[in-house]
């Protein structure tokens, strides 16, 4: 009798889950500012709301991956997923608690704050995604695999901060937001209990050596890495743009707001605008440009356009003036995303690739985490001039290139992009 041939595993759920990671920082972006000044907050607490998610990432991420690698990656992503669906549920908790005559607004923030920062372990769970892909898929396919990944990830980009602005735009606030974010959870849920296929063949094969501290120590993590000439410099560097983006993504919705008075629909409107464009320069601009010109000049490029939009967009009370200026800081981070990703890559041998991009997303989380609290901090001071600040801190990152990085990065250079994973 002849041995029944093994289903071979979907995408759906995998592609549902890499979207409601995604959704759950992009759909809070155009609401989280209302939800401050709602409880008369101060700004630095919208940094600290806004950090919390993925400083508990940073944490979640490389418990949740070693832990599928021991108990399989089916289990791991269903509980991290339960956990992702009750943080919506607590959220939405905090509303009612804010509800109550004569409450503190302490109560409903700190619940607030507790919410996002269990979304945020469970949303470690990028680290099993990436493994299960790996699992299920050959190395020739690993590109167009992880290339769906990035075409989720660009929709939920765009789609995450309408869904906020227009579920939260109605009688009951941000209860809107976290209702819609529970149906999502929970059909995604559904779909990776019936569909998802275990693809660990012997989870005791591995068996951890580390403790926790040493998985989350990013120091050490660099300083062990074996790479080529000028790549700790190029992971560097790229986190000194993550530090840039970092800040300007968590206080631009703040900045909207003070501007051009925008309420949260138009904030939502924008960020849409904002997110398509990412999409267009990063399929259609960069890959011609550093095609052209080199990955090298195409980063380098590109933060300058990114210092010089964070200027231009401070410049005018117009907000069509604005969207006009903005594209050129769109621009420079289209330009970034992917060229710096790529000169990273190439500092390690193919066999150490995993490891390579493990920190560099430590990194970003790292700078995810810190950066808003101290841009929210600045920006309640100094207003409009924070992007000023950000603005010089990326041209320090040009500066820091040229001085010490020319020769020693430039063997990483080649001539070909390929469009990455999409921020805003």
Request: avoid cysteine.
């Amino acid at each position: 009798m002849n041995k029944p041939k093994q289903k071979k595993p979907i995408f759906l759920p995998i592609g549902a889950l890499t979207f409601v990671n995604i959704l759950g920082l992009t759909i809070f972006m155009p609401v989280l500012p209302f939800i401050v000044q709602g409880y008369g907050a101060p700004t630095w607490v919208y940094g600290l709301l806004l950090a919390s998610y993925p400083a508990a990432m940073f944490f979640g991420s490389p418990i949740l991956g070693e832990m599928s690698d021991r108990v399989g990656r089916k289990p791991v992503l269903i509980i991290s997923q339960i956990g992702t669906l009750i943080s919506w549920i607590i959220l939405g908790a905090a509303y009612f608690i804010g509800e109550i005559d004569g409450i503190h607004p302490a109560w409903p923030i700190g619940v607030l704050l507790f919410a996002r920062i269990m979304d945020g372990l469970t949303g470690g769970n990028i680290s099993v995604v990436n493994a299960y892909l790996t699992d299920i898929t050959s190395h020739k396919d690993l590109t167009e695999i992880f290339g769906k990944v990035g075409v989720i990830t660009g929709f939920a980009v765009v789609v995450g901060p309408a869904l906020g602005s227009y579920s939260s735009s109605t009688s009951i606030g941000y209860l809107g937001m976290a209702i819609v974010a529970i149906i999502i959870s929970a059909v995604t849920l559904v779909l990776m209990w019936k569909y998802l296929q275990e693809s660990l063949t012997n989870p005791s094969r591995a068996v951890r050596t580390e403790s926790r501290l040493q998985q989350i120590n990013i120091v050490s993590r660099i300083a062990q890495l074996k790479v080529k000439s000028g790549g700790k410099l190029m992971l560097l560097i790229n986190a000194g743009f993550s530090m840039v983006i970092a800040g300007y993504t968590s206080i631009i919705a703040l900045f909207l707001i003070d501007q051009f008075k925008l309420n949260q629909t138009q904030v939502g409107n924008f960020l849409v605008i904002a997110g398509g464009m990412l999409i267009f320069n990063q399929y259609v601009i960069v890959p011609r440009l550093a095609n052209r010109i080199g990955d090298i000049r195409t980063f380098l490029a590109g933060m300058v356009l990114l210092g010089i939009g964070l200027v231009l967009i401070t410049l005018t009370n117009t907000i069509w003036l604005a969207v006009v200026m903005y594209y050129i800081l769109n621009l420079g981070i289209s330009l970034v995303l992917p060229t710096g990703k790529s000169l990273v890559s190439r500092a390690v041998e193919p066999e150490q690739q995993g490891e390579m991009q493990g920190v560099d997303e430590s990194l970003r989380s790292a700078t995810r985490a810190v950066m808003p609290v101290i841009v929210g901090a600045l920006y309640g001071i100094y207003a409009y001039r924070t992007f000023h600040m950000l603005a010089f801190l990326s041209f320090i990152v040009v500066a820091v290139y040229v001085i010490i990085g020319t020769d020693r990065i430039k063997p990483l250079n080649r001539f070909r992009a390929e469009p990455d994973h999409i921020e805003i």
